[in-house]
């Protein structure tokens, strides 16, 4: 309301009859020049004094009154309390009411974040688990650098969510990101953090239900954790490595290489609106030429027959499910052809669009310290005596 008011030289009667008149359906512009009244007739309404009432604040006990509104109006306004300013509305902005709206909201969120808490507590441990780096597997202690360094620490006891890293954990291949950390979760080395936000856990008919692997915190169960890593990190860099690394090491760079082989394939199939085979069929494929191709030199027999296939299915007009066959075979013929052949496969760079996982950065660059020379070897060859493929090739 307008701190001058234009109606303060009315007395109580001519202000009785002036609401009288405007509320009988009187023209505003008529009582205003008969009142010398000097406001837009739109707002003349709102210099009315508000409606007495009965009604008492349920907040400081003081006496609510009803604004008056324009006689267009519809609906009556909504009561309001002359000492605290308190309306009985859902939107009141009075402080009592925004006191008991943050209350009401802490209170949900507890009780969401109690409900988080028993369903982690149903599922995962979080005692202490001790051991020592030299006691993992190579596949774990892999797993774990890779954690730490995507998730990024939040303390000293517990990591970020996946999903708030600048980097992916690993290849874009179905489950290969959970299988990682579902396996550090079986090995007692890390947790779901009971206190991750809200949204990492589904919900339905007011129970959680399951969680999300990318989007929780994650809690470390060894004791200690920062200088674990750290005596971790330095047993990686070193040459006395535990005897059974070095074999699991190139099983889990054979698995990589799958991952990888597997996501430019999809890449390459959806940009060129071509169905992804069957996961059998590919794994078979992807397996038979990984034994004796680098994850580069699959990336162009990958991409040679996904543009043979293209140009078949427009010529034959076959249907989708011929196409991912043909493309198998595709690639399986150009693959057997190269080694009875004894093609030299020149073999692709990374795609620019398909960043490196940090999975790969830590096995290649720090496991194994060979970087991205990891990427053009075979995983099946000799990697010391083994340079990268030649740069001429049959494709």
Request: with cysteine.
């Amino acid at each position: 309301m307008p701190s001058s008011n234009p109606l303060g030289h009315l007395d109580d009667s001519d202000l009785l009859e002036l609401m009288s008149r405007y509320y009988a359906g009187e023209r505003v512009a008529t009582l205003l020049h008969e009142f010398s009244i000097q406001c837009p007739a739109s707002l003349l309404s709102s210099y009315f004094p508000p409606e007495p009432t009965h009604d008492i604040c349920r907040h400081c006990g003081g006496p609510m009154v009803r604004p008056r509104r324009s006689k267009s109006w519809g609906r009556a306004s909504e009561l309001i309390c002359t000492k605290c300013a308190h309306t009985e509305t859902p939107q009141c902005r009075c402080i009592r009411c925004h006191d008991a709206r943050c209350l009401a909201t802490e209170k949900e969120l507890q009780h969401q974040q109690s409900k988080v808490v028993q369903f982690c507590a149903e599922r995962w441990s979080y005692h202490e688990f001790y051991v020592e780096p030299r006691q993992l597997a190579a596949i774990d202690a892999l797993g774990l650098m890779s954690l730490v360094r995507c998730a990024g620490w939040l303390d000293e006891c517990s990591l970020g969510s996946l999903e708030a890293s600048s980097i992916r954990l690993t290849p874009a291949k179905p489950d290969f990101d959970e299988i990682l950390v579902r396996r550090l979760i079986t090995a007692g080395l890390v947790s779901p953090g009971a206190n991750s936000p809200l949204p990492s856990f589904a919900e339905q008919d007011g129970k959680i239900v399951g969680w999300y692997p990318e989007r929780v915190q994650w809690q470390l169960r060894i004791p200690a954790p920062v200088e674990f890593m750290s005596q971790l990190e330095e047993l990686v860099a070193s040459s006395a490595w535990p005897q059974d690394w070095h074999v699991e090491c190139r099983e889990m760079w054979h698995e990589l290489a799958i991952a990888e082989c597997w996501e430019f394939c999809e890449h390459n199939l959806s940009s060129r609106n071509l169905p992804m085979p069957g996961v059998t069929a590919l794994t078979s494929l992807l397996e038979n030429l990984l034994r004796d191709f680098s994850v580069s030199q699959c990336y162009q027999l990958i991409w040679t027959s996904a543009g043979h296939t293209t140009d078949y299915r427009v010529r034959k007009g076959i249907t989708a499910h011929h196409a991912a066959n043909y493309f198998i075979g595709a690639c399986q013929r150009h693959a057997d052809r190269a080694r009875a052949e004894g093609w030299s496969i020149k073999g692709l760079r990374r795609n620019y669009q398909i960043e490196r996982s940090q999975v790969s950065h830590v096995l290649h660059d720090v496991f194994l310290k060979h970087g991205e020379d990891g990427f053009f070897c075979c995983p099946n060859s000799d990697f010391d005596t083994h340079l990268r493929p030649g740069l001429s090739g049959a494709f």
